[in-house]
């Protein structure tokens, strides 16, 4: 049987499939485990309504802790409070710009707080350092990404939108 | 992963009808906007509608499924999706309206994001904690839609002639199907009353606020409101509803139960 620290750990290993530079815990998405007997119930906090990855996170967490020896795993959903881009730690956003993506910067729009049209931020490239980049498209490869291109080393990247 | 809803009181029939309507526009119109998917017109708009589409599709799965808890019938997303009736469906009727060209789909889209801005930061707070959750998180995504479709419609209205010409089209096609949104009805008014949720024609004045400095920047003009109207949320639907039902549910309905 684990301890939960244990069980911490071994998820601490387990990568998000979509950004395999961060694990599911860095991510902020596992929000309580609870060992009891041979069950671990883990409680997830899915990222976006539609992010395909979070059954694929499900599975992967199943498998992992079944194959440390747990007896049963209970996977639990919690929406509330909803899932923030904040909850990635400062480790985490430097291990996503170092794989080459930008993390989120600021704080992620809370309450009534609307978006400004046309406001475009000036994001670093986390190949080259420069400042000279822009958007090409608020939509990437994932739902949680958006799609820039630095013009200095002519190199597009990805920026990990703040939600 | 499992869906663990918690409903104290037995829900009445217009809170389930409520919450089907939200998971109908939100299913409907990601079906619709998955139809982009290989052929928007450039790379990075096909990436964001099936990305719009995916969030969409995600949050009618929550919706769906909390309308089939609510309802106690045992009916789970995939039944709610797959296997109803075309007038068992309460989308609104823009939703089903064929997407037409790039012009119209983000017309639409930026009139629906702009409503779902307002009704998610409202239902927040509902007193269904469930539906409260996936209000608060749909509220994120909506953001993104609203400000993705808001910059092309000004980008295509104000921009080449044959831009303007299209999304004004597209305009004068959809405004009169959004009188729908706002119509006043049994279910609104109970549902309100019940603190459950506003009543979609509390939020036409916020509505028209957010949308037509947008389209005047886009040099497009408003249509005047005619005495059209639509029925899509009542079970009344267009003829494009059935070709689209067709289309999404044909897997189900060939293989029953399947799974994938």
């Known amino acids: ?163 | 992963m499992t869906q663990t809803s918690v409903q104290t009181v037995a829900a009445s029939a217009e809170h389930i009808e409520y919450v089907m309507r939200l998971g109908d526009n939100a299913l409907i119109l990601g079906q619709r906007l998955s139809e982009w998917c290989g052929h928007a017109p450039v790379i990075e708009e096909d990436l964001a509608l099936a990305n719009m589409a995916l969030d969409l599709v995600g949050q009618a799965r929550l919706l769906l499924t909390h309308a089939g808890n609510l309802e106690g019938k045992g009916r789970d997303e995939d039944q709610m999706a797959f296997l109803r009736v075309e007038r068992d469906y309460r989308n609104i009727t823009m939703m089903e309206v064929p997407n037409e060209d790039f012009g119209r789909t983000t017309v639409r889209n930026f009139l629906y994001s702009t409503f779902q801005i307002l009704l998610w930061q409202k239902l927040a707070t509902s007193s269904d904690t469930e539906l409260a959750a996936i209000a608060a998180k749909s509220l994120k995504e909506a953001r993104y839609h609203f400000n993705h479709s808001a910059e092309w419609v000004i980008r295509l209205g104000d921009g080449t002639d044959v831009s303007h010409a299209k999304t004004q089209a597209a305009l004068d096609y959809l405004w009169p199907y959004t009188a729908e949104l706002f119509a006043a009805n049994p279910t609104d008014e109970a549902v309100s009353a019940a603190a459950i949720g506003p009543a979609w024609g509390e939020l036409e004045a916020e509505w028209e606020a957010m949308v037509l400095p947008v389209f005047a920047q886009a040099t497009l003009v408003v249509p005047a409101r005619t005495p059209f109207k639509s029925f899509g949320k009542f079970g009344r639907h267009s003829e494009h509803m059935g070709h689209l039902l067709a289309t999404m549910q044909y897997m189900q309905r060939t293989y029953p139960g399947a799974q994938w």
Not at chain 1, 67 to 72: E, L, Q, R, Y
Not at chain 1, 96 to 114: C, W
Not at chain 1, 126 to 141: K, M
């Open chain 1, 1 to 163: 049987m684990l301890t939960e620290d244990q069980a911490w750990k071994l998820l601490d290993s387990v990568p998000d499939p979509e950004v395999p530079a961060v694990s599911v815990v860095e991510l902020g998405i596992i929000r309580e485990l609870h060992c009891a007997d041979d069950v671990i119930t883990v409680v997830v906090t899915p990222t976006y309504s539609g992010c395909p990855a979070t059954e694929v996170i499900g599975l992967a967490i199943r498998d992992t802790l079944l194959a440390a020896g747990v007896g049963k795993v209970e996977l639990q959903t919690r929406l509330d409070p909803a899932w923030t881009s904040d909850w990635i730690g400062e480790a985490a956003r430097e291990k996503l710009r170092a794989y080459g993506i930008v993390p989120p910067t600021g704080k992620a729009a809370v309450g009534g707080a609307q978006p400004i049209h046309f406001v475009k931020k000036t994001l670093t490239c986390p190949r080259c350092g420069s400042n000279d980049t822009e958007r090409l498209s608020e939509f990437g490869s994932t739902a949680c990404k958006a799609t820039y291109r630095c013009k200095s080393c002519l190199e597009p990247f990805e920026y990990f939108k703040p939600i």
